[in-house]
C-alpha cells in the first residue's frame, strides 16, 4: 500500500521538518551556544533540509489557524497534536504569517542558523515582533530565510474564536454534570457522551491556549455550587495535569475523574448540604461518605469497564491527604494515586475560595494558595502543590486587588509580555445600582500611562464574593 503513501503509518517529511524546529527553538531557548545538544540539534535541522528536494523554497504559512507546508495543509498524527499547538502560538505571538527558507539554506553555516533561531525567540520579547525580526535578519545578510508578517486582527480573531468554543464547553460541561446527576438519582443511571465531549472540546483548549481555560476557573456559582464546583475542580486538575505533562489519554480521563468527584452528594439528604452552621457528628459522617458514594454512582454509569475502572480511584481519594490522613480512612498505607493527589489540590483550593453559606468569608484566592503551600507535604503532595501555585500565578485569576491609586481591580487573566506573565486586571468602576462595572484593563505590573509612571501596586487582595462581586460578569 506504501505506493500511494496512502497508508504508509511513517511519519511524513513534514512533521519530522515541524519536530526538528520545534527541537531546535526548544534547545537553543535554554543552552548556550556551544552546548552540545544545541549542536546535535542545529545538524538534525540542516540534515533534514538538506534531504528535501527543495528547488527553490520551502514554505510553511499559517492560514486560518492551520499550517501549511508548501501551499499544502500540513497533516499530522495525533501523538504530536500539542507539538504543532505550540509552534503556532509560538508563531502568532510574534504576529508570524510564515517562514520561507530559500535553497541557499543547505549551505548556511551552523553558526548562522543559530543566530536566526535566536532572532526568532527574541522577538517574542519585542513590541513588533516581525517587523523587528525581518530588520535584523536583513542585517544580518541572511538571504536565505524569508518571514512573513501576519495580519494582526486575524490572529485577534482566533484568540475570540478560541475563547468562545472554550467558554461553550465549560458551560456544556456544567449542564452535563447536572444531567447525570438527575438522571443517577431518578432513574439510576446515566451516560457519559456529552461530558466526555466536553472534557475532550477543553483538553483541545488546553493545548492550544491554557490561559483561556484557567481563568474560567475563577466562576464561582452560589446557588449551583456543587456543579460549578465539579466543572472548575476538572479545569483546575486538566491545567495541572497538562503542565506535568499527561498524555492526552490520561488528561480525557483525569477531566472526567474531576466531573464526577463528588457525584455522591446526591445520597447526602439536601438539608445536610445546605445546612447553615456546623454539622453534628452523624451528619459530618454521612458528609464524609461522599467518596464512597462517588465510586458507587459512578459505577452506575453507563460507559465501559475500562472507563470506569480508570476514574474510580481518584474521586474515592479526593479527601485523603498527602499524609493519608482525611477521610475515608485508608486502611492500607501506601501512597494516594497521582489522579488522587492532583484531584485534592484543585478540590481544596476551589472549595476554599468559593462562597458558601455556612461560612462568613471564603479566602482570596492568593491567600488560599499561600495557604496550601504551607501545607506543602503534609496536607499535599508539596511537588505538584508547587507547581500548581506557580501555574496560578502571584495573584491568580478570580483575586479582587485594592490598588495604591485607589482603583479596586479584578485579575482576569494572564498575558505574557517579555517572557513574563502578568497579571490583566479589569478596573472596577462603581455604578449607579452602588455595583461595579467593567472598566479599563490593565496589566498589573506594566507602567500607568496617565497619572503617574510606576506601575501600580498592591494593598490588599479579597475575594470578589466579599464585596458582592460575581467573578462571572467579569472573567473570559
Ligand atoms: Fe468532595
Ligand atoms: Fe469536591
Redesign the pocket.
Known sequence: MSESGKFDRSPAWEEKLFQVLYRLIQTVRIHRDNNELVKLCLSDFHDTVAKLDIEDELSIMISDGRFFVQGERLHYRRQIARLINTMLEFFNRRGLRGVIFHSGVKEAPHSDLLAFVRLLIQSGEKEDSAAWLTRNIEEAGFGWVTVLAGEELRHKQMDEDLRVRVRTAYFLALSAVKEVAQKISYQGYAGVRKARRMVQTMVDGLEEDSAILLALSAIKDYDDYTYTHSVNVAVLALSLGNRIGLSRSSLEHLGICALF??LGKVEIPREIITKQGELTDDEREIVQM??LGSVKQILKLNASHDLKSRILLGPFE??VKYDLTGYPNVLFKKQVSLFGRILQIA?FYDAITSPRAYRAFSLSPDQAIRTMLEGAGKDFDPILVKEFAIMLGRYPVGTLLELDTGEMGLVVGYGEKAGVSQPQVVLLQENEQGGFQRGEMVNLFEEQKEGGTSPRKVLRSFNPASLGIRTQDFVA
Open positions: 468527584h463528588d461522599h467518596p479526593h479527601h478540590d
